[in-house]
C-alpha cells in the first residue's frame, strides 16, 4: 500500500470513528477496530480525551510504548499504549481507539 493510501485509509477510519463517537451520545463507550471494522461498545478503560495535550496526555498515562510521527496535513501522530492508541493533530488529542484485545 502507498504512503497515500494509507495515509487515506487511515483519515477515512478517523472520519468513520468521529461519527460513530457522536452517534453514541453521552454514553461511556469505546471505539474498537478489528481489521476493517469500527464498532462501538460500552467501556469503563481510562483512555485520554478528545481536546487534551500531548503533554497532559504523558502527564497521566505516561510515556507511550510507541510514538509515530506525524503524517499528512493536518499533521495526525500516534501513540500506542497498552491497551489502546492515541490519535492528535498537531499536539491535540482527537481519538483514542480502544485494541480489540482489551
Known amino acids: 500500500m502507498t504512503g497515500k493510501r494509507k495515509l487515506s485509509v487511515l483519515l477515512a477510519v478517523e472520519l468513520t470513528v ?3 463517537v457522536m452517534l453514541a451520545g453521552a454514553a461511556r463507550a469505546e471505539t474498537v477496530v478489528e481489521g ?12 485520554p480525551h478528545r ?13 507511550p510504548q510507541q510514538r ?10 500516534r501513540w ?5 492508541t492515541v490519535f492528535f493533530e ?6 483514542t481507539v480502544v485494541d480489540p484485545a482489551s
Open 36 to 47: 476493517d471494522q469500527v464498532m462501538v461498545r460500552e467501556s469503563d478503560i481510562a483512555r
Open 51 to 63: 481536546g487534551m495535550n500531548m503533554h497532559t496526555v504523558e502527564s497521566k498515562f505516561g510515556a
Open 68 to 77: 509515530q510521527e506525524a503524517v499528512g496535513e493536518p499533521p495526525i501522530s
Open 18 to 20: 468521529a461519527l460513530a
Open 80 to 84: 500506542h499504549y497498552p491497551g489502546f
Open 90 to 95: 498537531k499536539d491535540r488529542v482527537i481519538h
